[in-house]
């Protein structure tokens, strides 16, 4: 995975992949790429949504402390 991928640009990429397979504009012989590739995408939202919750609930926890 690309070391300068936002999270936009994967999301992105991933509705295009999503968008290209419903209506059947990938052809066969690209579509094992395609699901792979959509596959690592998921992966990667997925990790940055969960380290993204997990820094707001520090902050969180740290403002709480102060209050």
Do not use: G, P
């Amino acid at each position: 995975m690309e070391t300068n991928l936002t999270y936009e640009a994967a999301y992105n990429e991933l509705a295009a992949i999503a968008r290209e397979i419903e209506s059947e504009s990938v052809s066969i012989d690209v579509l094992a790429q395609k699901v792979k590739r959509a596959s690592e995408l998921i992966t990667y939202c997925q990790t940055k949504l969960r380290s993204t919750e997990a820094e707001v609930n520090k902050i969180i926890a740290q403002m709480d402390k102060q209050a």
